[in-house]
């Protein structure tokens, strides 16, 4: 049976508001830098904290990885039922803002105007920047003090997918198959499906609880490659530089200043694509820049590396005797080719939006889930709605009215109607 919009009471809110609150005060950020598997190892507190609620459950098969994959299965309550469906939040919070010592403001009906935030540099939510918060007037609003981010990705995800899980447990006149829970560390950092232990995922198709504001849904990621630019010079006292100094400080800015500003996140929306230089060191002697490319089309990204490489031997010309390496590697894919061959899995989601009392919105994700490596495994995975906004910075915020449409979203597609 589906779910009614109605299901959801104030006592299942309040205890979704309770255990988000309790996830956001644990520091998971993950680290790009690192080369261990999960990139820190403070991912595995909240790991550890969700086994045991999900054993409290009688969740069965709960394991937890040395990677810090925690999966757990919630049977099948029906005879009729022979499919498993997957549900996925990841773990991890971005390392684009501080992410220790998350102090959850709440702001019960929200009348519309900015949000100033009590701590730190006065951060304000400006409503004429996010003009999704005139949707939520009158909504309990959860924002962090300014210093840190908040957390709600993906910890809303994971909060709304424990809550169902509880909620299909008290409630077993709404039936479903075998529901396997993943939860994944490193997304942030693009490793989140690295080491996924199909054998422990065995599941018919998928969905990630880690998208924005309802309700937009999700079966469209952007592709995604990773760029490092290496630039060695040579360096001399620079009183006595003349033909003999390299500097690399100059060739990097050449580059960068020759990238198309059109092509930036800063200008672009909807489809268009993007390059963006975010983490710059150097020196006179070496220089390293990276950069991650976007593109809705395989082409559009071979098309990027052919500029970017062409810059370099630009560059090079300009700078006699520089060195420069470019490193292009592959992150993740466009799910929307896997996801569209299976109308069952989308079907499904919209039939489970409306059941939640809305009309569902498809849009690409300008950027990607895990929802993109569990496709490129041939698992189709679309993306749910999570009720948050302004992610990767102390600006984010969640509604928690919006949370509990995820909430009834989810349940709708873990269910399977007229299984009696």
Avoid at 62 to 67: F, M, Y
Avoid at 90 to 117: F, R
Avoid at 131 to 144: D, R, V
């Amino acid at each position: 049976m589906l779910l009614k919009s109605d299901a959801i009471n104030e006592k299942v809110v309040d205890s979704l508001l309770t255990r988000f609150l309790r996830y956001v005060k644990l520091d998971t950020q993950s680290d790009p830098e690192s080369k261990t598997s999960p990139s820190t190892a403070k991912q595995f507190e909240l790991a550890k904290m969700l086994k045991l609620e999900l054993e409290d459950m009688g969740i069965v098969d709960v394991h937890l990885s040395n990677c810090c994959y925690l999966t757990g299965v919630l049977l099948s309550n029906s005879d009729k039922i022979k499919e498993r469906v997957g549900i996925i939040a990841h773990l991890d919070t971005s390392p684009d803002a501080p992410g220790n010592g998350v102090s959850p403001q709440i702001i019960k009906s929200y009348n519309g105007k900015d949000i100033v935030l009590p701590k730190g540099d006065q951060q304000v939510i400006d409503v004429k920047e996010c003009s999704e918060l005139k949707a939520c007037i009158g909504h309990t609003i959860i924002t962090s003090d300014g210093t840190t981010l908040l957390g709600a990705d993906n910890k809303a995800g994971v909060a709304i997918i424990m809550e169902s899980i509880k909620f299909l447990l008290n409630n077993p006149q709404i039936k479903h198959g075998d529901i396997v829970v993943l939860f994944t560390p490193d997304e942030e950092v693009g490793r989140g499906t690295e080491k996924i232990d199909l054998n422990k995922f065995a599941v018919d198709f998928a969905y990630t609880v880690d998208g924005g504001l309802p309700p937009v849904i999700n079966k469209e990621t952007f592709s995604a490659n990773s760029c490092e630019i290496r630039v060695k010079g040579r360096d001399i006292h620079p009183g006595a530089a003349k033909s003999i100094m390299i500097n690399s400080l100059r060739a990097i800015s050449e580059i960068i200043s020759r990238l198309p500003i059109d092509v930036s996140p800063e200008r672009t929306e909807n489809r268009e694509p993007f390059i963006h230089p975010h983490t710059l060191s150097a020196t006179v002697v070496e220089a390293n820049l990276k950069m991650i490319l976007r593109d809705f089309e395989e082409s559009g990204l071979l098309a990027q590396e052919k500029l970017i490489k062409n810059i370099i031997v630009d560059v090079e010309k300009k700078f006699p005797g520089v060195m420069i390496e470019c490193e292009i590697k592959k992150s993740y894919r466009n799910m929307l080719s896997v996801v569209e061959k299976n109308n069952v899995v989308t079907d499904r989601l919209e039939r489970a939006v409306r059941g939640a009392g809305l009309v569902p919105v498809w849009k690409p994700i300008r950027g990607g889930t895990d929802g993109a490596g569990l496709s490129a495994m041939g698992i189709p995975t679309p993306n749910i709605f999570t009720g948050g906004a302004n992610f990767h910075s102390k600006r984010e915020w969640a509604s928690l009215d919006c949370m509990a449409l995820s909430l009834k979203t989810v349940i709708g597609v873990l269910s399977v109607e007229d299984a009696n």
